[in-house]
């Protein structure tokens, strides 16, 4: 499928990574960035072009994908005289690679099908550097038709590329799978401060902690930070905040209660406003080392 033009709006961190593996693998690509230029102009050096408005990424692509911050910057792009949909035709594909509210993807999805064109939600796992190898995992959900169209596509950015049913799924399984991430991320933060005021050695609280059910990826992710100042999970606390908020909102439209994600939020958003937006997730431990005793 190296023969259909992407549009790819959204080249931060993660959309350059991406943008710079369809280019690799042959893509002729149409770019739109915003404040920072630093990914757009990496796609320029390549031979991409660069468009003035979202309207023009639309008109001028076989399918358009976005990779941003939030549903608000979603549909900054989507709507408007300037935006996606005022560009869209039948049959086209459009792609949101980010971690939005599934209430907003159902409605722009029910916008694009009325002008006969098809949206889908594929919020990723893993890093940009898993993006520039191509081993993103990609939980992709909306018309199955469609989604079988763009899977080529899909699998040249993707190691794992899953259909997980109607439009919204990807972004309501991504929540799902982020609630439960930053809650342990948390948890074993606070579990290496309390720790450090114990006056107990890291290393030997992981080392019982790991030897038994409670190990996972995450918890080495935070371990690896705490004990040897590594940090190789490059997801901020200000992202982290949003998405567990965006759960609790999901959660609450279904009118559900959530209880387990309340001290996630709450710690994450008391760190995100004290100054620790920009810092990474595992940094939660420097956080609650300085802040455990505040009340």
């Known amino acids: 499928m190296t023969d259909k033009k992407i549009g790819f709006i959204g080249l931060g961190l993660m959309g350059r990574a991406m943008v710079q593996r369809l280019q690799d693998k042959g893509y002729a690509l149409t770019v739109l960035g915003n404040r920072d230029r630093a990914g757009v102009e990496a796609a320029l050096a390549r031979g991409a072009t660069e468009a003035k408005t979202a309207r023009e990424v639309a008109e001028t692509s076989d399918i358009v994908m976005l990779c941003m911050g939030t549903s608000d910057q979603v549909e900054s792009r989507i709507y408007g005289e300037d935006g996606v949909l005022a560009g869209v035709r039948a049959a086209q594909v459009v792609i949101d690679f980010g971690t939005s509210l599934p209430a907003s993807t159902r409605k722009i999805g029910a916008e694009m099908a009325a002008k006969q064109a098809v949206y889908l939600d594929a919020p990723l796992g893993r890093t940009p550097a898993h993006a520039v190898d191509g081993k993103l995992n990609i939980m992709c959900a909306g018309d199955f038709t469609a989604y079988n169209r763009v899977k080529p ?143």
């Open 153 to 295: 596509v899909l699998d040249d950015l993707g190691e794992n590329v899953f259909h997980l049913g109607d439009l919204g799924s990807g972004h309501t399984i991504k929540l799902i799978n982020n609630f439960f991430a930053m809650t342990t991320a948390c948890a074993m933060s606070e579990a290496f401060a309390l720790a450090d005021m114990a006056g107990i050695d890291r290393q030997k609280l992981y080392s019982v902690m790991a030897a038994g059910p409670l190990r996972s990826g995450m918890m080495d992710f935070i371990r690896n930070y705490a004990v040897d100042g590594k940090i190789d999970l490059a997801f901020s606390i200000a992202n982290a905040s949003k998405d567990v908020t965006y759960y609790r909102g999901m959660a609450e439209e279904m009118g559900a209660a959530s209880r387990m994600s309340g001290a996630a939020f709450a710690t994450l958003t008391e760190a995100r406003d004290n100054g620790a937006a920009d810092h990474m997730v595992p940094q939660m431990v420097d956080y609650l080392a300085a802040h455990l005793k505040d009340k």
